[in-house]
Structure formats: structure tokens, C-alpha cells
């Protein structure tokens, strides 16, 4: 809306005014302008003054009071980069045509905080304020840009001040529009906008589909960068301000920084998981990770920073990210094997660059403003978008491929597994064929075998003898491992304790036989045995060992647990042993205990055994129990005792014999 300052004020200016005119002139000569004439890039024509307090009046610039501070442009664009000062601009619009002439007079950068325009016309000033810290509603013109309209007298001559100041960076592009040239610029801009805009939904639009398909945190990274990327965009080119925030300037303001921040954070997270960074290059991944770190400080403080402290801060992350990922996507064309996508991350990198360039290029004024130079940056965004695509292509296509191979190789090896599986549970019938069915009926003894391997095949063995005079031989040994190997040499044990068994009945004679006839052939398996004969007629029993952990005897009479370990060497390891017979007397109520070393062993998550002790509490709780309910006792304490629930590390084998 105009505002007219007051009588008093009118007057001032109005000598201010005449006064300075001749000055002026001298100065500068007054822009020409034609209702035929395209639009003018007076940039070169315009005077400006830098006024760093921010303390300088209109008054003070009319009358001239600091005339001398005033220099000419030398570029079509003012460009003073990030500054806090305020930035005064001056020059004269002169209509020579003997008509009318309506022009616009547009600041065509709509991040601009503060942009007030007084235009002396009819010996009065018409001021206009506005800037992106204002209200929407407060411009001379709906426009996203700041447009002033200029209406020419014949012959008319106008004197235009301008005062900016902003907290970003401080570039002043001034063009002086006619109607129909403004609003075909206005059509390019729109049109342009719309594919940029509709190339970026899609884009999107098509990652999340592939996303929700391959679930790649790297589709995430390109999503949420193309966001900030449309957010950027609209807010940048101050369509966001226009239709969204126009009545809150401040929002509008930091959206900026926030789009900015965002999209060069999750562009550094597409570039590092995009080149693979992780795999192709230990130490370059973690100098990506230091850079994203840094940005994502940035992004998380940029919401409460000081708007020009935050642009800058994150203008050198940038920088840095941008040049290094350019740095990384060479380095891996020429050193490493990811060549076909750090191509494209590179050709991405060099365009932008180049686009960058130019249009930085031309807003210092260094080259001509043309179609390419205004428009080269943002048509470089539908370039980005559609090489990153190819290379998002290029990345489904090959997790397609691998899928598909790890799709086969899965069932290949499910194949290989059930095969497997199905041989161990053959070999597991087999190792359960060769045991005995049962215990042997024995008058004066009760026995109750147990055998509980750690998987569906174990390396435990156990066998009985029965002799022609009653006497009753048992046999237990323990190869170590588990599976199919130990299943395996189970059996050779139990075809060597068959053979031997024929040749002796005494412990010794019978173990020495089973070494000599296993020396060298169990490889790196290892293996223990012990044999016991008892005479349940005479109640005494002989016991010998290679190895293998010590029988007990539960003492009914006195409640003692005793053990007895014979002298012997493991099977195998030697050609010949010299074994001990341990010759022990029972008596009635006496209970026999032998077994491997997974049942004293079994452990808890505090790594203690279950141990000798927890069979003494067991026998003597249980000492009026036959050997079945004991066994079933046992198991059931060892259980709790591992707090595995039945199942255990090694096999558990234990034959309890009860003398009657």
C-alpha cells in the first residue's frame, strides 16, 4: 500500500530534491526507457552506498550529505556476498517517448529481509516497504519477487532510492520490466517450475515404491533429499512465501535454512551408501561419517542460530561435502572397481558444478544474464534427479540380481541341508541301533541305562556282557565330539568291544584288546572307556580304565559316596597300555554309578559343574528308590541345575546299577 509522509516532510524533500538535481546529473545520466524496448539490466547505471551502522536517512541521501560515498556499479548484479550493512541505491528513470509508459521495477531476488523503494514522481514520495520479513500482503505487487510499478508520465522522469538489508546473502538484481516481457518471463518461470516440481513428486513417488519394495535405507537417503531438495526450491524461488507462509515471515525464513540443511545432509548420506563407501573404502567412510556428523549438528542448531551465522555454517559444510564426494567419486573411477556408479556420482557432481558456477558467475556479474545463466541451475535439478535415478536403476537392478542369486543359493542349500539332515538322522538311527534295547535281567541287581545326546546325534557308547556263569559285564565310553564322526567311530568301538568280549572277560584283557585294535585309527578323536564286571553271587566287582572319569559306589550302610579311578591311558593313543583292576566288594543296598563326563560337567550360566555333590544329595534323598525313579531324578536335577530345560552341551550317559 502508499503511505505519503507528512506536509512538512514533502516540503523538505521536495527542496532536498532540487537541490541535489544538479549534483545528481552530474553523477549519473537518467536510464531511458521505451514502451518498445525489452527489459533493461540497469545494473551499471545504478549508484549505490554502503551504509554499515544502518543509520543513514532518506533526508540525509537526498540532501546529499554523503554524496561522496556513493560509487558506481560495475556489474549488472549487485552481489556483497554476507554482510549486516544496509545498501542504498540510486538512480534515475526518464520516459523521453511523448506518451504514457507503464513499466515494473522488480529486485528479482525474493530472499531479500528488508527491500524498501521510494519513488519521487509528482514532487511527492511514494514509499514502498517490503522484503521477506514483511507481510505478503504488504507488497506494491502479488508477486514473488518485490515489483514496483512505474507509470510514466509524457516525458516523465522519475528518481528511484532503494534500501536493502538482509541477513542472507545480500545480492540486488534490478530489472526494469515491461508488462508483456515480465509476464512472458513469468510463463518460462512457471512452466519450468512445474516440471521441476513434477519431475521431483515423481521421482519420489517412485522411490518410496521402491523402497516399500527392496527396503534399501538408500531410497530413505534419496527421498528424504529430494524433499528438502522441492522444499528448497519453492522457498527459494518465493513460491513457498507466496502461497504458503505469507503471513509468517519469520517460518518462512528459517524453512530456508532448514531445506538447506536437510538436503545437504541426506545428499552426504545418499553419496556415502551410494558409493558403497563402506565396502570400497574403510577410511573414506569414516571422513564421511566425521562430514555428515558435522552436518547433522548444523541441521539440528540451524533452528535456533542466527540466520546468517547458519547460512554460513552451512555453506562450509557444504563445500566441504560437495568437493569432497567429488574428490571420492574420482578417486574410486580411477582406483577402485565401483566404476559405473561413481561415474555417475561424478557426472552428477561436475554438472552441478558447472551449472553452480555459472550461475554464480552470473549474479557477480561476470557473464551476460541470458536463458542459460538464469534458468542453468534449476534445469540442472531434472538432471540430477534423472541420473541419480539411473543409478538408483542400476543399484535395484543389481539387488534384484543378488536377490535372485541369494534366492538360489538359499535353496541350493536348503537342498544340501534337508540331504544333510536326512543322513543325520539316518546316522542317528544307526548310533541308536547299535545301544542296547534295554537293560539285562540280572538276579541280584536292578540296572537303568540312560542316554541323552546334546543333538540328534551323540558320541556316547555303552554296552553289556552277560557271562555263562552270571556274571554281568558293562561297558561305557565316551568319544568326543558330537555328529556323524563321533557316531561313526561309535560304532567301530562297539564292533572292537563285540570282538573283545569274546576274547576276555577280565577289564584289563578286554580294554587292552579294544586299544590295540583302535591304535591310529581314530584319527583326532579321542576316546575313553571303562569296564566293569560284577559277580552279584560273590557281590564283588573289577573294575578297569582308560581314562574315563571314576565309578561311584552310594555306600547304603554307611550314606558315603565313594570313587574309584584305576591307572589307564586313552584308547588309541598307544600301541599298548598297562591297565589297573580296581577288585571292590558291595553289599546289599549298595548302588553303582558309571558315566561320561557330561553329566558331572553340566554347567550352569555361572559355569558351575553340577558335580559329585549333586548325586550324593541325590542318592541319599533317594536311597529307598529303585534305579528308574533315581535316574529320573537325577535328570530332573541337572535340568534345573543347567536351566536349559532338559537340553544340554554334551551327552549325558549314566547306568545305575543297584545291588540287591
Known amino acids: 500500500m502508499n503511505h505519503f509522509f507528512p506536509l512538512f516532510k514533502l516540503l523538505l524533500l521536495f527542496f532536498l530534491f532540487n537541490f541535489s538535481a544538479i549534483s545528481a546529473k552530474e553523477v549519473r545520466d537518467a536510464i531511458q526507457i521505451s514502451s518498445r524496448a525489452s527489459s533493461l539490466l540497469p545494473g551499471k547505471q545504478i549508484r549505490y552506498l554502503e551504509d554499515k551502522k544502518g543509520e543513514i536517512t532518506l533526508e540525509e541521501i537526498i540532501g546529499g550529505m554523503h554524496e561522496e560515498k556513493f560509487q558506481s556499479g560495475t556489474h549488472d548484479t549487485f552481489n556483497f556476498g554476507y554482510t549486516r550493512s544496509t545498501y542504498w541505491l540510486h538512480f534515475s528513470l526518464e520516459n523521453k517517448e511523448n506518451r504514457e509508459n507503464h513499466q515494473f521495477l522488480e529486485v528479482e531476488f525474493p530472499n531479500l529481509d528488508y527491500v524498501h523503494a521510494y519513488i519521487r514522481e509528482y514532487n511527492q514520495i511514494v514509499v514502498w516497504e517490503t522484503g521477506d520479513m514483511h507481510p505478503f500482503s504488504k507488497r506494491a505487487i502479488e508477486h514473488k519477487n518485490f515489483l514496483f510499478p512505474l507509470d510514466f508520465a509524457k516525458k516523465e522522469t522519475k528518481e528511484v532510492y ?10 540486488i538484481p534490478i530489472n526494469i520490466w515491461r508488462v508483456e516481457d515480465m509476464l512472458r518471463r513469468d510463463l518460462i518461470d512457471n512452466f519450468l517450475y512445474g516440471i521441476i516440481m513434477g519431475i521431483t513428486i515423481v521421482m519420489i513417488s517412485y522411490n518410496v515404491f521402491l523402497f516399500r519394495t527392496f527396503r534399501e535405507k538408500l531410497f530413505i537417503f534419496f527421498i528424504t533429499h529430494s524433499l528438502f531438495t522441492l522444499i528448497f526450491l519453492l522457498s527459494l524461488s518465493g513460491f513457498l512465501y507466496q502461497f504458503i507462509f505469507s503471513n509468517s515471515p519469520i517460518l518462512s525464513n528459517r524453512i530456508l535454512i532448514v531445506s538447506i540443511n536437510g538436503l545437504v545432509c541426506m545428499g552426504s548420506f545418499f553419496g556415502r551408501d551410494f558409493l558403497n563407501l563402506k ?7 569414516r571422513i564421511s561419517n566425521w562430514i555428515i556428523g558435522g552436518l547433522l549438528i548444523s541441521f539440528a542448531i540451524s533452528f535456533g542460530l542466527s540466520y546468517m551465522i547458519a547460512t554460513i555454517l552451512i555453506s562450509v559444510l557444504g563445500i566441504i ?17 565401483e566404476k559405473v556408479i561413481s561415474l555417475y556420482f561424478f557426472l552428477i557432481n561436475l554438472f552441478i558444478t558447472f551449472a553452480g558456477g555459472v550461475v554464480f558467475s552470473s549474479n557477480l556479474g561476470w557473464l551476460d544474464r541470458n536463458f542459460f545463466t538464469t534458468y542453468g541451475f534449476l534445469m540442472a535439478i531434472p538432471f540430477q534427479m534423472i541420473v541419480f535415478s539411473i543409478g538408483i536403476s542400476y543399484r535395484v537392478n543389481i539387488l534384484k540380481k543378488e536377490k535372485h542369486e541369494i534366492e538360489k543359493w538359499s535353496e541350493e542349500t536348503r537342498m544340501k541341508l534337508n540331504s544333510i539332515q536326512s543322513e543325520i538322522e539316518t546316522a542317528g538311527r544307526i548310533h541308536k541301533s547299535i545301544l542296547p534295547d534295554g537293560s539285562p535281567k540280572i538276579d541280584g541287581l536292578e540296572i537303568h541305562s540312560t542316554y541323552l545326546p546334546s543333538n540328534e546325534i551323540g558320541g556316547d557308547f555303552y554296552d553289556f556282557w552277560t557271562t555263562e556263569d552270571g556274571q554281568l559285564g558293562v561297558f561305557i565310553a565316551d568319544v568326543t565330539g558330537h555328529g556323524i564322526p563321533a557316531a561313526l567311530f561309535a560304532s567301530i568301538v562297539k564292533y572292537s568291544f563285540s570282538r573283545g568280549a569274546r576274547f576276555s572277560h577280565e577289564p584289563d584283557k578286554l580294554l587292552s584288546f579294544v586299544n590295540t585294535s583302535l591304535y591310529k585309527k581314530l584319527g583326532n578323536q579321542f576316546l575313553t572307556a571303562g569296564y566293569l564286571l560284577i559277580d552279584p553271587k560273590k557281590r564283588i566287582l573289577k573294575y578297569s580304565s582308560c581314562g574315563h572319569p571314576p565309578i561311584m559306589i552310594f555306600r547304603a550302610e554307611t550314606g558315603n559316596l565313594e570313587e574309584f579311578k584305576p591307572r589307564g591311558r586313552m584308547v588309541g593313543v598307544f600301541p599298548e597300555i598297562e591297565l589297573e583292576v580296581k577288585k571292590i566288594s558291595v553289599q546289599s543296598g549298595d548302588r553303582i554309578l558309571l558315566y561320561t563326563d557330561g553329566l558331572t560337567e553340566a554347567s550352569n550360566s555361572k559355569e558351575e559343574y553340577f558335580g559329585e555333590n549333586g548325586i550324593l544329595e541325590i542318592f541319599k534323598k533317594f536311597q529307598g528308590s529303585n534305579a528308574k525313579e533315581t535316574a529320573e531324578e537325577i535328570l530332573r536335577a541337572v535340568s534345573e541345575h543347567t536351566g536349559t530345560g532338559g537340553s544340554f552341551d554334551d551327552d549325558v550317559t549314566f547306568l545305575l546299577i543297584d545291588v540287591l
Do not use: A, E, K, Q
Open 162 to 171: 532503494l534500501r536493502i538489508r538482509t541477513d542472507s546473502t545480500t545480492i
Open 279 to 285: 565396502n570400497t573404502h574403510s577410511g573414506l567412510f
Open 321 to 337: 561435502s560437495f568437493f569432497f564426494f567429488t574428490f571420492v567419486s574420482i578417486y574410486l573411477y580411477i582406483f577402485r572397481y
